[in-house]
Each structure stands twice: as structure tokens, then as C-alpha cells.
């Protein structure tokens, strides 16, 4: 039971180009919205992260944009390097009040930038 | 910085065999969780943990088993490996209660299991 779903499986994009990746959910209790890096040989690691109660997301190149009533989000990464080669993970959680999460991860985007 | 540990970055085992994954972290954290990353699945939650000696079940539980008899430290069981299982397993922590706790995930460099 997919509870994410992520597009697409992989993405090639040119330097300086406008790389898009795009995540769907089904579970209306998530409250949280991360997206999480993974270089080849590495642990992912966090990137970005979204609340529901905000639609929009900027951390320098990265951008998330939140469309709540959809049920979507999305990651833009602006200028796109070489270095941002990697694959991406969306991710929703629900954060329980005894304080462990519960993240489902989307089936991840392989992104090459070509230069 | 956060670190979490995995013991063994490759293993290669053959069917039958009782495996031992171990991490650790040494950020104090309440919670540690187990995933199994395969391409095409993503990451898929196995067991976790938040707390000394609690385990609750992932999404993938079946022919695997954890264990936490210190904060610091939680392994993964494999008590009869099938090649099935063989796989990248990733190991991560995050905070508990209370303001540190911002849903991150902070994750370990993996373990690459093969079964033959």
C-alpha cells in the first residue's frame, strides 16, 4: 500500500536548469513533509521541510511548494548543479504526542544533472 | 553533529545464517528506527523503537527481530537469512518529547547485506 507516491523514477536535467520532483498523499494526519538527499554510499539526509499550514517553502536554491487540498507537494530545485546529483526522497510523518514519528518515504527520484 | 553508527558496511552471508546488524548513535535520542532501502520501494520502516527495551513492528516486520538493551545502541536480527532480505539496510535516530523533536530523521551510512 503505497501511502506516497513519488514522480519520476529518474530525471535528467542541464546545469542551470529548473529540476521538478512530485510527491502524492493519501493520509490526511500527516503534519509534517520532509524531503531528504542520498548521495551514492551515504545515509539520506534532510533538505527540506514543510508544515501544512504553509504553502510554501524556500531555502536557498530548494523550494517546496504545498497544495493541501490536492494532497500534493513538490520539490524545485532552481539553478540545478552537478553536485545536486543525488537521489530524493519525499517523506510525510505523523509526529505522535509520545514523541516518535512515523515516516512513509516515497520510492525516490533519481536526479542527474548533466553539465 | 549527529552521528549514527552502523558496525558493518557490507556483509555477505549465506542462507540460514543468523545475522547481526548493530548502530549506534551518540546523540542521546530517543527513538531509533530500522529501514530496508530496495530500488524502485524506497525506504520501508522494519521496526523502531522509543525507548530502552520497547520495539514496536514497521511496516516490514516478517523474518526480522530488534533489539535495545541500551539507549545508545539498536540492533536488527535476521534469525535465518533468505535472500529475499538481501538488501541496503539503513539505521537512523531522531529526538523524542519536547522541542528537539522536529520529525528529522538523522541516518546512519547503511549496510549493504548480500545473501547468497
Known amino acids: 500500500q503505497q501511502q506516497v507516491k513519488q514522480s519520476p523514477q529518474s530525471l535528467i536535467v542541464q546545469k542551470g536548469g529548473i529540476s521538478i520532483i512530485n510527491c502524492a498523499y493519501e493520509n490526511t494526519a500527516f503534519d509534517y513533509f520532509p524531503w531528504y538527499q542520498q548521495f551514492p554510499g551515504k545515509g539520506p539526509a534532510l533538505l527540506i521541510a514543510?508544515?501544512?499550514?504553509?504553502s510554501e517553502k524556500k531555502e536557498g536554491r530548494f523550494t517546496i511548494s504545498f497544495n493541501k487540498s490536492a494532497k500534493q507537494f513538490s520539490l524545485h530545485i532552481m539553478d540545478s548543479q552537478p553536485g545536486d546529483s543525488a537521489t530524493y526522497f519525499c517523506?510525510?510523518?505523523?509526529?505522535?504526542?509520545?514523541?516518535?514519528?512515523?515516516?512513509?518515504f516515497g520510492t525516490g527520484t533519481k536526479l542527474q544533472v548533466i553539465p | 553533529d549527529v552521528k549514527v553508527t552502523q558496525s558493518s558496511r557490507y556483509l555477505v552471508k549465506r542462507t540460514g545464517e543468523k545475522v547481526f546488524l548493530e548502530c549506534v548513535q551518540d546523540m542521546d535520542h530517543e527513538n531509533m528506527f530500522w529501514y530496508r532501502q530496495d530500488p524502485g520501494l524506497g525506504l520501508r520502516l522494519i521496526y523502531f523503537?522509543?525507548?530502552?527495551?520497547?520495539?514496536e513492528k514497521g511496516d516490514i516486520p516478517e523474518g526480522y527481530s530488534v533489539s535495545r538493551e541500551k539507549k545508545e545502541r539498536f540492533s536488527l536480527i535476521l534469525e535465518s537469512a533468505s535472500t529475499n532480505q538481501t538488501s541496503m539496510y539503513l539505521c537512523?535516530?531522531?529526538?523524542?518529547?519536547?522541542?528537539?523533536?522536529?520529525?528529522?530523521?538523522?541516518f546512519g551510512e547503511g549496510s549493504r547485506l548480500t545473501v547468497l
Open positions: 514543510i508544515r501544512p499550514d504553509v
Open positions: 537512523a535516530s531522531s529526538p523524542g518529547t519536547g522541542a528537539a523533536n522536529t520529525g528529522e530523521l538523522f
Open positions: 523503537s522509543y525507548d530502552v527495551k520497547m520495539k
Open positions: 517523506a510525510a510523518t505523523i509526529i505522535h504526542s509520545g514523541g516518535y514519528q512515523k515516516v512513509t
